[in-house]
């Protein structure tokens, strides 16, 4: 069973930059696509991006697109999240999640990590 995890979070501050990865557990990794979620406090769970197996494809949250960079590198079993110019309204946990279809709903996605908090201070 793949396992996942998220390092790179932290606190920072707003107009900073911070960069996620997602470590996976195994070679599985990747021949699963792979997408960031995140969760604010007292909000539901929503979609960042997503990239295929290959990295061919890839899709943003409309909102998000232009600040945040999504990649992997299938030889490392690792996915990073890039994200630049941050807002107060970024802070919340971010997860990534491991699904065969991909997408951006969070019930196609079968693996999960345990999430790394991003707080974005003025």
């Known amino acids: 069973q793949l396992q996942l995890v998220e390092s790179g979070g932290g606190l920072v501050q707003a107009g900073d930059s911070l960069r996620l990865s997602c470590a996976g557990s195994?070679?599985?990794?990747?021949?699963?696509?792979i997408a960031w979620f995140r969760q604010a406090p007292g909000k539901e769970r929503e979609f960042v991006a997503d990239?295929?197996?290959?990295?061919?494809?890839?899709y943003y949250a409309d909102s998000l697109k232009g600040r945040f960079t999504i990649s992997r590198d299938n030889a490392k079993n690792t996915g990073h999240l890039q994200m630049s110019n941050l807002k107060l309204e970024d802070t919340a946990a971010y997860y990534c999640?491991?699904?065969?279809?991909?997408?951006?709903?969070?019930?196609?996605?079968?693996?999960w990590g345990q999430g790394t908090q991003v707080t974005v201070s003025s």
């Open positions: 990239i295929s197996d290959s990295g061919g494809k890839i």
């Open positions: 999640a491991a699904s065969r279809a991909g997408g951006s709903s969070e019930w196609s996605y079968d693996y």
């Open positions: 195994d070679r599985t990794f990747s021949t699963y696509a």
